[in-house]
T-cell receptor, first 110, second 110 residues
Framework: GEDVEQSLFLSVREGDSSVINCTYT??????LYWYKQEPGAGLQLLTY?????DMKQDQRLTVLLNKKDKHLSLRIADTQTGDSAIYFC??????????FGTGTSLTVIP | NAGVTQTPKFRVLKTGQSMTLLCAQD?????MYWYRQDPGMGLRLIHY???????AKGEVPDGYNVSRLKKQNFLLGLESAAPSQTSVYFC?????????FGPGTRLTVT
């Protein structure tokens, strides 16, 4: 199956930009996702990108996809304390199965 | 729209007991999934369904059974609970590339 990898922790100062990175192995992944999970809650879909795109912007969020290197990133501009959470990268394969990374815990320092 | 709901929210079982987790969605989604989330391991797919009356095994199906008798419901059963099944269980539904999650069920097996 697919391997999706992320670094475990990221710490940034309030107002700075955050960049969370993800790598995956399945080149046939059709969609790639970013989810946010706050303590005690389910996963919230933040944004996603189709595999034939290389960038998507949605307000403070920018997703970059390098399909050649199988690298996905999420940039959060002007990071706020409310952005502190765990962020999961995920991929969708042609069999409609989702694969998730282990999550990156983002801490925003006031 | 309630989205994806799960019952119960919390449960404690003794080893060998059985239980059923219920997932319901009101978005008319064809696809439904059951995941477990363990610390440091991200989300792992247990079973999934691509439509009413269908089920399929995911990455970690052993010890679990599922049924999808109605399109809106997806049940996860544990016939004989083991301490290794202590986890947070998430249900999700998708149509087909946007996946939405329920709030989770925290299960402890003693």
């Amino acid at each position: 199956g697919e391997d999706v990898e992320q670094s475990l922790f990221l710490s940034v100062r309030e107002g700075d930009s955050s960049v969370i990175n993800c790598t995956y192995t399945d080149s046939s992944s059709t969609y790639l996702y970013w989810y946010k999970q706050e303590p005690g809650a389910g996963l919230q879909l933040l944004t996603y990108i189709f595999s034939n795109m290389d960038m998507k912007q949605d307000q403070r969020l920018t997703v970059l996809l390098n399909k050649k290197d199988k690298h996905l990133s999420l940039r959060i501009a002007d990071t706020q304390t409310g952005d502190s959470a765990i962020y999961f990268c995920a991929t969708l394969n042609t069999g409609n199965q989702f694969y998730f990374g282990t999550g990156t815990s983002l801490t925003v320092i006031p | 729209n309630a989205g994806v709901t799960q019952t119960p929210k919390f449960r404690v079982l003794k080893t060998g007991q059985s239980m059923t987790l219920l997932c319901a969605q009101d978005m008319n989604h064809e696809y439904m999934y059951w995941y477990r989330q363990d610390p440091g391991m991200g989300l792992r797919l247990i079973h999934y369904s691509v439509g009413e009356g269908t089920t399929a095994k995911g990455e970690v199906p052993d010890g679990y059974n599922v049924s999808r008798l109605k399109k809106q419901n997806f049940l996860l059963g544990l016939e004989s609970a083991a301490p290794s099944q202590t986890s947070v269980y998430f249900c999700a539904s998708s149509y087909p590339e946007e996946q939405y999650f329920g709030p989770g069920t925290r299960l402890t097996v003693t």
